[in-house]
């Protein structure tokens, strides 16, 4: 088994590169399969959760060729299947991209429900109503998903929830409808306007992409193209926080700062600097951290993927801050973790009350997901002593050599091999 172990009290000083994004990525990837051509995406992260995607489209019968670590070449021509099993993708939740990708282009999928991070219900019903608005039919048993279509029509789809999810899939499958298709109260993440961009790359005809309605002309094929993924908001942020929980001064680099503002502006209320540039931001971090408030949102608010980052850091600022989080019910997970290195976190509903300005101390700690595993690396990088990380597989699933980049930063961190 492998651990993370962190001796703590580092400051981080220096730059690092943020590599492309995995919420995109693992889109974009399925993505590719609603194409009659080849593809080239770069800027691909170096992640797990990319490696298992790549796997599930050879499976179907596509080749798939990295010609270096971050750039994958991707032929769809003599596509072979539209069945992907459980054991498969069992573990990550991006799965669900594959039924849109399949049920647009060849009007049938088979995908197993999907696994991925366990931080509450994250239902899948937005997308099967998408599919079945475009004249698709669901069935589901066993824990397998199959949709199928005689065609798909464009309709007016109005989603419940901004789900990101959702927008992704029905847009990719729509691609493929007769006619036009609207999605209304759609998603607005970076990564959303990224999977659009790269279609319309590929021929298709979105429009919207960014703002709640999202209008996609159905078109009867796609060719192929090449593609460079956007910089990893969450990878950013994540860096970001290090920072400023070490009293740090760092450029996080290869990014689009504007996808940043919420966070960046949560960090200046807690006392940091932030230096913007044209593709970086320089984070300076306060010896005195001020509390602040933060509410999860959709884009452009302050990212569910950023909370439990987030809630390491008002550890360390003095008074009490409140985080609530708005997106996912169960998210709270790692707050039992948080309080064996000595944070004083309590949680009501929704809702975390952190007193800040306690002195974190080293303890063995466990990953309960992959963002509640970064906030404990974190946390173990202002602790005194050593904090022992398990569960880091679930690291590996969204950042691409953690441990080397914070080395490099001067972090005192490194992964370890125990005999179970």
């Known amino acids: 088994m492998e651990y993370i172990t962190i001796n703590g009290g580092k400051r981080l000083q220096g730059t690092v590169q943020i590599n492309g994004a995995k919420n995109a990525a693992v889109a974009i990837i399925p993505a590719a399969i609603a194409s009659a051509g080849v593809c080239v995406i770069d ?24 010609t270096d670590e971050h750039t994958i070449k991707i ?33 049938r999928a088979e995908v197993p429900l999907p696994g ?8 899948i019903d937005l997308h099967m109503k998408g599919f079945e608005a475009l004249g698709a039919k669901i069935q589901i048993e066993h824990g397998m998903v199959t949709a199928t279509a005689d065609k798909l029509v464009g309709a007016n789809i109005y989603l419940d929830v901004s789900s990101v999810g959702a927008t992704i899939n029905v847009m990719i499958a729509a691609v493929y409808a007769e006619g036009i298709t609207q999605i209304e109260n759609a998603a607005k993440e970076p990564h959303v306007v990224d999977t659009a961009n790269f279609l319309n790359k590929l021929g298709a005809k979105i429009k919207g992409a960014g703002t709640d309605i999202i209008r996609i002309t159905g078109v009867e094929s796609l060719n192929g193209g090449e593609y460079s993924v956007i910089p990893d908001q969450i990878e950013a942020g994540t860096y970001m926080i290090a ?20 966070l960046s502006a949560k960090l200046t209320e807690m006392g940091c600097r932030i230096i913007e540039g044209d593709d970086y931001i320089r984070v300076i971090g306060s010896p005195n951290l001020q509390n602040c408030n933060v509410k999860t949102m959709f884009y452009p608010g302050f990212p569910t993927d950023l909370h439990p980052q987030m809630t390491a850091l008002l550890c360390k600022a003095q008074g009490t801050s409140l985080l609530t989080e708005a997106v996912f019910e169960h998210r709270f997970q790692y707050v039992k973790e948080l309080l064996r290195l000595g944070a004083n976190v309590k949680v009501e509903g929704r809702v975390a009350i952190i007193e800040g300005g306690t002195i974190l101390t080293g303890a063995q700690v466990m990953a309960t997901d992959l963002r509640a595993g970064a906030a404990l690396v974190i946390a173990g990088l202002a ?6 990380i398990g569960n880091v597989k679930y690291l590996d699933r969204g950042y691409e050599r953690f441990e080397d980049k914070l080395t490099a930063l001067g972090a005192d961190i490194s992964r370890i091999q125990v005999d179970e």
């Open 43 to 66: 800027n691909l992260p170096a992640i797990r959760d990319v490696h298992v995607l790549v796997g599930a489209l050879r499976k179907l019968g596509l080749s798939c060729q990295f």
């Open 243 to 262: 920072a400023a929980i070490t009293g740090g001064d760092v450029v996080v680099s290869n990014i689009i700062p504007k996808h940043m503002d919420s």
């Open 383 to 388: 602790a005194q002593g050593q904090t022992t």
């Open 75 to 107: 032929d769809s021509r003599d596509i072979s299947g539209s069945a992907i099993t459980y054991d498969q993708v069992k573990d990550m939740r991006a799965s669900y991209y594959l039924l849109g990708a399949l049920l647009g282009r060849f009007k």
């Open 116 to 123: 991925g991070c366990n931080f509450g219900l994250r239902p």
